[in-house]
Each structure stands twice: as C-alpha cells, then as structure tokens.
C-alpha cells in the first residue's frame, strides 16, 4: 500500500514522511539485483560489527532532539553543485516509535554574484548566503495518527490521517531508516551497504544504495557518517532522483537524548489551526474530487 509522498518534503529528508509509504515487502523483486560493490570477507565482517554496534546504540533511544543545517545543492537553481544555493537551519525531534516533528527554522539563499562577476563562475570564496526573512521554512509533526503540514504561504494546515493498520508502526520501518533505531538486517535485505574509507578515526562513514523502487524513488543514494563513540548521526548525504543533492549537518553538540517526555510532548500533540487559517484533511480531498461529475 502506498500512502503518498508530500510534494516538497519528499525530497528533503526525515522522519514524518517516513509513516507516509509502505515498507517494501521482502516477496518483491529488488530492482538492482546486483551489488554495485563487491566487499570482501574482512569488509563484510567489519560492515555487520558497524551494524551490529549502530542497531545496539540506537535501540537505546526513547526521544531525541538535534539541531541541524541543510545545504542544497541543485544543477538548475544553483551555480554549481560545489556550492549550495540554499543553507537552511532547522530541528528535528523524535519519541519512540512514532511521534516526530522536522521544522526549518531559518532560511539563506545564496547572494547573486556581483555585476562585476557575472558571467563568471562563482566561487567558494565568493559565495554568500542571505538570510530570508519572508520565507517561512517547513515545518510538520506526526503524533502517530495524523501527519501536519504547515503550508504557511497559502494559509493552510495539511491533516493527512495514517491508516489503522500502520499506526504505531516504527518510524525505521519507513523510506528512510537512518537515524533511529535501525535494524541490521532490516538495513542489509533493503539496501546495498559498505563502510567507506575514512581517515578521520572519529566517525564511520557508511554508503547505501536502494535496492526496491519503493525507497529508490526518494533518492538513488545515502551517505551517512556516524559518530564513532556514541554511533549517533553526524551528517548525511542525500543523491535525489532530480540530480540534486542534500546534505543535513546534526550539532550533536546541541542534541538532547531521551529528556523527559514532557519537555517534548508540546512538539507533537496535533496542532490547533491557526487563526485565518484553512484545515484541510487529505481524505476529504479524494472523497471530494471522487465525486466530481466527470465530462464526456
């Protein structure tokens, strides 16, 4: 069963849209049968302690809170994909199994090249990036049986409800397991992985690739590097279908692991609509033009 995918944040990144589509199920064929690797024995051995370690770690988070930095890079809004047209910054926040919130926080554009640098590529020392005060970044919660979305620029407050049968569901059985709670051989049968040399000895970087069409049509492949002491996220990189790419810097200086619940619990109770504001339940969406009549 697919669920939909929400027209911008899908190609972002994390959690809410992961109670939104289906885990794909292991009887389907994966659509690269073969490894784009191949790992030999010590490899292999090294990739399951990683996993092994990482699903022992993070097996121990109750709730979680991290602020991060997004940096997007595109081939047709951005100069180049070396530097970032938008540096955005948000938080991200997560109680087990099922309640999230990702909010974009701050928004910054990359500041067009001066008159006398155009036409010219623009470089790394060149760039700039300007905060966008009008542009009011994403925002959605997920309290296990609905999911929000703030569509501030058209006033309006998404209520997309989760079916019966996935609620309650672990967030890591979504597209996107990478930050909580991952299972080893649930990350082995979905995904083609191998540790990727590294000569900073504190982090591990890990390189995934779909192997179903179901998590293939979020992105074409994930780099994750993991702290080495604690095996939680340091940043994660993300290749888009569309050729653009992601990348989501965590302050685990900043992060918060397993707080009271009740300093969390105002960040995922089902937000009241705001004042001026439209709610609109996606459900009724479909009833509606359903039962539109149709021309011949």
């Known amino acids: 069963m697919h669920y939909g995918h929400f027209s911008s944040f899908v190609s972002s990144l994390l959690l809410v849209v992961l109670l939104t ?8 064929p994966p659509v690269q049968p073969q490894a784009p690797f191949q790992l ?15 699903e022992n770690q993070s097996g121990k988070i109750e709730t979680f809170r991290c602020p991060f930095e997004r940096w997007e890079y595109n081939p047709v809004f951005g100069p180049s994909m070396q530097i970032p047209f938008s540096k955005d910054f948000g938080e991200i926040s997560f ?25 010219q590529p623009v470089t790394p020392q060149q760039a700039k990036w300007i905060p966008q005060s009008n542009i009011v970044g994403e925002h959605y919660v ?6 929000y979305e703030y569509r501030h620029d058209q006033k309006q407050l998404m209520v997309r409800p989760i079916p019966q049968d996935m609620q309650g569901q672990a967030i890591v059985d979504g597209p996107l397991p990478f930050l909580f709670g991952a299972k080893a051989e649930k990350l082995k049968q979905r995904y083609w992985l191998k540790v990727q040399d590294q000569p900073d000895t504190t982090q591990i970087w890990l390189l995934a690739f779909p192997k179903f069409q179901s998590d293939k049509a979020n992105y074409n492949q994930v780099r994750l590097s993991l702290d080495r002491a604690s095996m939680m996220p340091r940043a994660m990189e993300m290749h888009l279908p569309d050729k653009s790419r992601q990348t989501y810097i965590f302050d685990l200086g900043k992060v ?17 609509t705001p004042f001026g504001w439209k709610r609109i339940v996606e459900n009724n969406v479909r009833q509606a033009s359903q039962n539109q009549p149709t021309s011949r």
């Open 95 to 119: 109680q087990k199994p099922d309640k999230a919130s990702f909010q974009i926080t701050h928004v910054n554009r990359l500041e067009n090249p001066p008159a006398a640098n155009q036409g």
């Open 21 to 28: 589509s289906a885990v794909p199920g292991q009887q389907q």
């Open 40 to 54: 030999n024995q010590i490899e292999s051995a090294f990739l399951d302690q990683v996993l092994l370690n990482w």
């Open 256 to 272: 918060s692991v397993n707080a009271p619940f009740q300093k969390l619990k105002n960040l995922f109770q089902a937000p009241r």
């Open 142 to 147: 997920c309290d296990g049986k609905n999911v």
